[in-house]
């Protein structure tokens, strides 16, 4: 029997949707109430996920409101998984790092400190970031460049494993009657000097119960893919579709073993995000919600706003669609349907939202399509997949046996309403087909990782 997929929940607590914390089921304000976080982490743990991960973005601005608001306001991801270790028993907890900005003992420290705390649960999600901003709050002029951040990023991670090694295997003896606390000969100094990384060590922590701990790395550029492929456990990818996610999974198994690893070493996991309800249909409802909760210029309230991205109005989308600027089209209100013979002159980019439309969320099955959903979908598009339990187990199967994925982030449209169903219906559905539900003490056991290979060189044989 195939082994279980890798199933993680990837917490956003104000939801993964923009317009998420605006439907009637959700929180008013999870990202202020550590009940929520709580509640996501049991669920989560009971239902048997893998792992909570929680990303991270090192800047704010009033341009995130209507892009990306769970971007806002985040708590810091360390922090997250050490509250939520306190309440969970089993479950893995994965934090994301950004080694642009952050130093690499100190991360060292906290990490190896998260998994000692929590008996070997505890993984490095390893991003560069792409937020410029992050630059001046962090006393530099300006945000890396990419192979500047990637050359920063490959001397980080060995530093990492440096550091994390610094305890050699039986350098703590605890010889209270000999008097004899340690081995000193087993307390390794890192040692490291890269061009962009320089530390000493050894590391002030105990070694960490998992010796590394299992690392991702998110990214979608040449030297994300090669850093993934040479040194990550997880590479977590951006994956709009099955068939970029076969080939972005193929390249990095191709670039893994070219540099020598055993391809299965590296698990690749997509984000996915499933509307869950119990029926179809009042999945579909949800997501024509959600759509219809996205905020639009339609004459009144937001347009006036600085930060309102321009995308959202019917004339954006009617350009966008090549629909002509004398068109009649043009006079519609955002509400009216869209009379088919209007669609069916639409361009390119007019049918492709109209076809993800429809194929996402069904929505033509029962009723006809307003500007509005299409203003939506095309200025905030989602791949969403929408449905009862088997519709989600479906998807997660088929993407296995594409070969597209490894496993699964699973994001939530709005909290907790949205992981409470994939929990309570999908997450049954997917364990009583064997594709949730993997076991092992430690997150690098449930994850099938081979022990990890020592940064250090053996010591020589005298
Ligand atoms: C699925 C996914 C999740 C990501 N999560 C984060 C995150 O939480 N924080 C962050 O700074 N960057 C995150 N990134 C962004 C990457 O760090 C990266 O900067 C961005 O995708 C640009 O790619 P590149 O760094 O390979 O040029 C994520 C990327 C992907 C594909």
Redesign the pocket.
């Known amino acids: 029997m195939t082994e279980p997929l890798i199933v993680g929940a990837m917490v956003r607590t104000i939801g993964a949707y923009p317009s998420g914390w605006r439907h009637p089921g959700a929180h008013a304000d999870p990202q202020g109430d550590a009940a929520v976080l709580r509640r996501i982490a049991r669920l989560g743990e009971d239902a048997g996920l893998d792992y909570l991960f929680f990303?991270?973005?090192?800047a704010t601005g009033p341009d995130l409101e209507f892009r990306d608001p769970y971007l806002l306001a985040r708590i810091d991801p360390v922090s997250a998984v050490l509250y939520l270790a306190g309440v969970t028993e089993r479950i893995g907890l994965i934090a994301?790092v950004?080694s642009t900005y952050a130093d690499p003992y100190a991360t060292a420290r906290a990490t190896a400190s998260l998994d000692v705390l929590t008996g070997g649960r505890a993984g490095v999600?390893l991003?560069?970031?792409?937020?410029p901003r992050a630059a001046a709050n962090h006393g530099r002029d300006a945000h890396a460049d990419?192979p500047a951040?990637?050359d920063r990023a490959e001397e980080f991670v060995r530093a990492l494993r440096l550091l994390w090694e610094s305890w050699g295997e039986g350098a703590w003896i605890a010889d209270a009657a000999a008097g004899v606390l340690i081995d000193p000969e087993r307390l390794r100094p890192a040692g490291f000097a890269g061009e962009h990384v320089r530390v000493e060590g050894p590391l002030n922590v105990a070694r960490p119960p998992q010796g590394h701990l299992p690392l991702v790395h998110?990214?979608?550029?040449p030297?994300?893919r090669a850093l993934a492929a040479t040194e990550a456990d997880l590479a977590?990818?951006?994956a709009p579709d099955l068939g970029s996610a076969v080939s972005a999974r193929t390249e990095l198994r191709g670039l893994a073993e070219a540099s020598g690893r055993d391809p299965d070493e590296l698990k690749v996991v997509?984000?996915v995000l499933p509307v869950v309800a119990e029926t179809d249909a009042a999945a579909r409802a949800i997501v024509e919600r959600l759509l219809l909760l996205v905020p639009i210029d339609d004459g009144g309230g937001h347009a006036g706003r600085e930060a309102f991205p321009a995308n959202r109005s019917l004339g954006s989308f009617l350009d966008a669609v090549g629909v002509a600027p004398d068109d009649p089209a043009r006079v519609a209100a955002v509400d009216d349907r869209v009379p088919a013979e209007t669609a069916r002159r639409f361009a390119e980019a007019g049918a492709t939202t109209l076809r993800l439309v429809q194929d996402r969320t069904g929505l033509a099955a029962g009723r006809d399509l307003t500007w509005r959903h299409l203003i939506a979908a095309h200025a905030v598009p989602a791949a969403f997949v929408v449905g009862g339990p088997a519709v989600i187990a479906d998807h997660f199967e088929r993407w296995r046996d594409a070969g597209a994925a490894d496993g699964f982030?699973v994001l939530s449209a709005f909290q907790p309403a949205q992981f409470e169903a994939f929990t309570a219906l999908a997450a049954p559905e997917l364990r009583r087909r064997g594709l949730l539900g993997r076991s092992g003490e430690t997150l690098r056991e449930r994850l099938s990782l081979a022990a990890p290979r020592p940064a250090h060189a053996p010591a020589a044989v005298a």
Do not use: F, K, M, Q
């Open positions: 990303g991270d973005w090192l994301t950004n999600n991003v560069t970031g792409a937020e990419n951040r990637y998110a990214g979608t550029s030297r994300s977590l990818i951006a997509v984000p982030n």
